[in-house]
Nanobody
Framework: QVQLVESGGGLVQAGGSLRLSCAAS????????MGWFRQAPGKERECVGT????????GYAGSVKGRFTISRDNAKNTVYLQMDSLKPEDTAVYYC????????????????WGQGTQVTVSS
């Protein structure tokens, strides 16, 4: 059983940056593939990106590619989402999620979820 806790959200102006963290406990973090998702009001949860267990492979949604970077530090049991050049349309609750079998952008394939952290980008 893995517990995930996101942090680092907040209010930022368009063009600014934020770094989200997701701290894991209760499991062997390095054995999990991790994903970042977001959900804006009235919209479905969407995949932001994924990272492999050792961190060597990442993938991103087209809407964030080139602006967002996912990384992880298995020694610290933490995955990060660096968000640069933020846009108002990036406003959402951001979630991290963990699964045991491969990278995926399907939310229903993830076993564990954090509670989410709000990111608001003002224009």
């Amino acid at each position: 059983q893995v517990q995930l806790v996101e942090s680092g959200g907040g209010l930022v102006q368009a063009g600014g940056s934020l770094r989200l963290s997701c701290a894991a406990s209760g499991g062997t973090f390095g054995t999990y593939y991790m994903g970042w998702f977001r959900q804006a009001p009235g919209k479905e949860r969407e995949c932001v990106g994924t990272i492999s267990r050792a961190g060597g492979l990442t993938g991103y949604a087209g809407s964030v590619k080139g602006r967002f970077t996912i990384s992880r530090d298995n020694a610290k049991n933490t995955v990060y989402l660096q968000m640069d050049s933020l846009k108002p349309e990036d406003t959402a609750v951001y979630y991290c999620a963990a699964r045991s079998s491969g990278r995926s952008c399907r939310a229903d394939e993830y076993d564990y979820w954090g509670q989410g952290t709000q990111v608001t980008v003002s224009s």
